[in-house]
């Protein structure tokens, strides 16, 4: 499932679903994984119901989410897909994910460079220090990671 323009909950029930398949194969860590979506407030309910979901039928898992920014056709200017990069990065913050994964704005046109995934992780960086500064407007719907890791 590569989670372009899916519903969230379809989203959620994969990745509960692999977890959970997943821990009854005997693995005791596992990742939840969402993708970023069109609308920031179903995508931090969908991770809020990952993280419920994990709370009640995972106790003795270690788990830990992962949000992916958007996978969807990516902006092609560099303003547009550092917006979209920053409102994802504000998305795992706020919904506590544990790591990120971030696309550049060469992703619309071509692999990336080394250089590319540097400056979308200062992006990520940068954006994320100034998202945990700033209080949720609807309150912190799960524990937060131990640190938000980016990952190109």
Known sequence: MLGQLCPPGLLVAISFLEALFSRRLGLHSVSLSYAQQTNAEQD?????????LACELLPDTDWHVVLYTYMGLYPRTVQGAARLLEASVDLAVRTGAHRF?????????????????????????????????RPSPRGHRGQPGPRLRAVP
């Open 44 to 52: 931090e309910q969908a991770v809020a119901s990952l993280r419920a």
């Open 101 to 133: 994964i971030v696309k550049t704005e060469a992703k619309a046109h071509r692999i990336p460079t080394v250089e590319d995934n540097v400056a979308a992780l200062r992006i990520a960086a940068d954006t994320a220090r100034t998202a945990a500064r």
